[in-house]
């Protein structure tokens, strides 16, 4: 099972881009899925977040300029993101956690993808 993102790139500042992750593999059920961020020298965090239920979460950074979709599989996240600033430079990443079915048993496995570098700069 794993997660794979795509999308990113180099964008001047105010431009827009869009993100995407796709889950695969033998997943029983999503719990949720969200994108985090890290920039370098800091921690990384949270972007937006797509629970199993209910609305999708926010960073207070980004409300307004970035929307958080996922498709009716519910096995593919997408993070449109508008008006970008040089502060949203990072890496991105994709984070799933799912349900496995090993032997009779729903095993809960937390999946993160490789990354997947924005930029934004003049």
């Known amino acids: 099972v794993q997660v794979v993102e795509s999308g990113g790139g180099l964008v001047q500042p105010g431009g827009s881009l869009s993100l995407s992750c796709v889950a695969s593999?033998?997943?029983?059920?999503?719990?949720?899925m969200g994108w985090y961020r890290q920039a370098q020298g800091k921690q990384r965090e949270l972007v937006a977040s797509?629970?199993?239920?209910?609305?999708?979460i926010y960073a207070e950074s980004v409300k307004g300029r970035f929307t958080v979709s996922r498709a009716d599989t519910k096995k593919e996240l997408y993070l449109q993101m508008t008006s970008l600033k040089p502060a949203d430079t990072a890496v991105y990443y994709c984070?799933?956690?799912?349900?496995?079915?090993?032997?009779?048993?729903?095993?809960?496995?937390?999946?993160w993808g490789q990354g997947t570098q924005v930029t934004v700069s003049s």
């Open positions: 797509f629970p199993s239920v209910g609305s999708p």
């Open positions: 593999g033998s997943i029983f059920e999503i719990a949720g």
């Open positions: 984070h799933a956690k799912v349900g496995v079915l090993e032997r009779g048993l729903i095993v809960t496995y937390e999946l």
